[in-house]
């Protein structure tokens, strides 16, 4: 786990947010229609509209996540699909309450 990375993705709210959302997303997205489940995540589209940002801006937000093991992408088909990376978020805060 890289502390530093981890804490840099947290300093920007929007990505907070999609933790937060990505936290419990059958209450934060629209079921798939593709897919009837949220085991492999949220649809990149459904975090973007939900965001109204960019979808250039959510796919940088979501590389710099994955960069810092926070979300665990998969793909089906043409599209990817995000979902938090609990235990790296448990070692994070364990981490925290540790050493501050």
Known sequence: MNFVEINKVL?????????KWLKDPESNFPSHQ????FN?????GYIQDKAG?????????LAAMQNANLVIPTRHG??????RNEKVIQSYIKSLQKEL
Not at 12 to 19: A, F, K, S
Not at 40 to 44: A, F, H, K, L, P
């Open 53 to 61: 940002l960019s979808q250039s801006t959510i796919s940088t937000y």
């Open 40 to 44: 492999d995540g949220v649809c990149v």
């Open 78 to 83: 043409k599209w990817t699909y995000y979902k």
């Open 34 to 37: 593709d897919i009837d489940h």
């Open 11 to 19: 300093s920007n709210t929007t990505r907070v947010h999609i933790l």
